[in-house]
Structures are given as C-alpha cells and as structure tokens.
C-alpha cells in the first residue's frame, strides 16, 4: 500500500511540473513594449530584435517577472539604469547595437545565466560583471575591448566566454583560461 501511494505521489509531482515547463514555454513572446506594458505581470519573454530602437524606456523596469529580453539589432547607444530592476531576468541579448557603455547596476541581476553583448562599441565593461554568480555564458566579442573585466574569475558557474573580435591579448585570454578552467573563444 506504501508503494502505491509514492508512486502516485510521484506520479502527481511529476504532473504539475510537466504543467508548469509546458505553461512557461507556452508563454508567446511579446514584441511591443507598449503591449507589455499594459500586463507587465504577464510578460515572460519581451523580443524587440530588429525594431530600429534608439532608446529604451525607464518603464522597462516594470516588468518584474520578464525572465528573456532580445534587443538585439538595433540602434540602442545606452540602457536605462531600470534594466537592472528585472530581477528575474535569465537571459539578456543586447549584441548588435551601438552601446558604449553597460549600466554598471548590471551585476544586480542575481539570476541571468546569459549575456550577450557582441558587437557593440563598448571599451569597457562594468566590475559589477563579477557579481553575476548565476551566468554560465558570456558574449562579449566585437567589442574594442582592451581588458576582461574586473571579478570575472569569481564566477563560479561561467562556462563560455566568447571574446573573439576584441583588443584583448591572447596571452591575457590564454591566461584566464588556464587560471579559471572558463572554456574563452578567441
């Protein structure tokens, strides 16, 4: 009788999270803010890749539970600092835009896993990268960046780093590698 009951116990567990994977990937993508702004708890995944965005709003950071945002391809030159407020946010594209600088507040963002800041015109990036104790890949590459961040090796869960397309020595990349175990495309 014992076995029956964990099996069906089992069997329950197994069902709620079979729903709740299948409700978070049904979530459609929102691709207007101005959308996602009238039900901010509703937006899961926000993708505003290719809209010809020069500026991204304060009111971004009203979107508490937004866990992907894609803003890739467009012609952003800086990100308010209410980014930082997304403090479910998994996964952040930002490549392919004009940014010369990154928030230095980034490191707030205790849960992303991904970054991707390619092919930007950033010479720098933030310390504040070191305290993303969550993120296991980083983007970094085409970028006239000179130096790796300060703190990176703190990350315990990094496990790529692409870095190719930047100012930043191969001995400095060899010796990152070596030191911190991080799998560095150069």
């Given at each position: 009788?014992?076995?029956?009951?964990?099996?069906?116990?089992?069997?329950?567990?197994?069902?709620?999270?079979?729903?709740?994977?299948?409700?978070y990937q049904?979530?459609?993508?929102?691709?207007?803010?101005?959308?996602?702004?009238?039900?901010?708890?509703?937006?899961?995944?926000?993708?505003?890749?290719?809209?010809?965005?020069?500026?991204?709003?304060?009111?971004?950071?009203?979107?508490?539970?937004?866990?992907?945002?894609?803003l890739?391809?467009?012609?952003?030159?800086?990100?308010?600092?209410?980014?930082?407020?997304?403090?479910?946010?998994?996964?952040?594209?930002?490549?392919?835009?004009?940014?010369?600088?990154?928030?230095?507040c980034?490191?707030?963002?205790?849960?992303?896993?991904?970054?991707?800041?390619?092919?930007?015109?950033?010479?720098?990036?933030?310390?504040?990268?070191?305290?993303?104790?969550?993120?296991?890949?980083?983007?970094?590459?085409?970028?006239?960046?000179?130096?790796?961040?300060?703190?990176?090796?703190?990350?315990?869960?990094?496990?790529?780093?692409?870095?190719?397309?930047?100012?930043?020595?191969?001995?400095?990349?060899?010796?990152?590698?070596?030191?911190?175990?991080?799998?560095?495309?150069?």
């Amino acid at each position: 009788m014992k076995v029956a009951i964990n099996l069906v116990g089992w069997a329950t567990l197994g069902s709620l999270l079979l729903y709740l994977s299948l409700s978070y990937q049904e979530k459609p993508a929102f691709t207007s803010l101005e959308e996602g702004l009238k039900t901010p708890s509703e937006v899961i995944v926000l993708d505003l890749t290719r809209q010809d965005l020069k500026t991204l709003p304060e009111d971004i950071g009203a979107l508490k539970n937004l866990k992907e945002l894609k803003l890739g391809y467009n012609s952003l030159t800086s990100l308010p600092e209410s980014i930082c407020q997304l403090e479910a946010l998994e996964v952040l594209k930002i490549g392919y835009n004009k940014l010369e600088e990154i928030p230095d507040c980034i490191g707030n963002l205790k849960n992303l896993r991904e970054l991707r800041i390619g092919y930007n015109k950033l010479e720098s990036l933030p310390s504040s990268l070191g305290n993303l104790s969550s993120l296991t890949r980083l983007h970094i590459g085409y970028n006239p960046l000179k130096k790796l961040p300060e703190g990176l090796s703190k990350l315990n869960n990094l496990e790529h780093l692409g870095c190719n397309g930047t100012k930043i020595p191969s001995s400095d990349l060899k010796a990152f590698q070596r030191s911190s175990g991080i799998q560095v495309k150069f």
